[in-house]
């Protein structure tokens, strides 16, 4: 099993920045691929962005490249997401997951474990 709990969510001008991090507990979190979903009002839940286990590779929606960075730190058993520039479209709860697998796995929705969310609200 995995826990997952995310902070660092609230209420942001456009243009803004925010970072999400997400705290870990339970099974072995350094294999894990880690990585953010999000999901706004009246739509699916949407892939973010992604990282494999050691860190090495990363994956990233093309609506955040250039904006969004996802890092981790296994000593702490953390993950984050830096979001810079900040639209209102980006408005969302946005989601923690864990997989046990290939990070292109996960990207197509193949998560094991989520944490509950934390809002990201982008004001015009």
């Known amino acids: 099993q995995v826990q997952l709990v995310e902070s660092g969510g609230g209420l942001v001008q456009a243009g803004g920045s925010l970072k999400l991090s997400c705290a870990a507990s339970?099974?072995?979190?350094?294999?894990?691929?880690m990585g953010w979903f999000r999901q706004a009002p009246g739509k699916e839940r949407e892939f973010v962005a992604a990282?494999?286990?050691?860190?090495?590779?990363?994956r990233s929606a093309d609506s955040v490249k250039g904006r969004f960075m996802i890092s981790r730190d296994n000593a702490k058993n953390a993950v984050y997401l830096q979001m810079n520039s900040l639209k209102p479209e980006d408005t969302a709860v946005y989601y923690c997951g864990a997989a046990f697998s290939a990070i292109d796995q996960f990207r197509s929705g193949g998560v094991d474990y989520w944490g509950k969310g934390t809002l990201v609200t982008v004001s015009s």
């Open positions: 339970g099974r072995t979190f350094s294999t894990s691929v």
């Open positions: 990282i494999s286990a050691g860190g090495w590779f990363t």
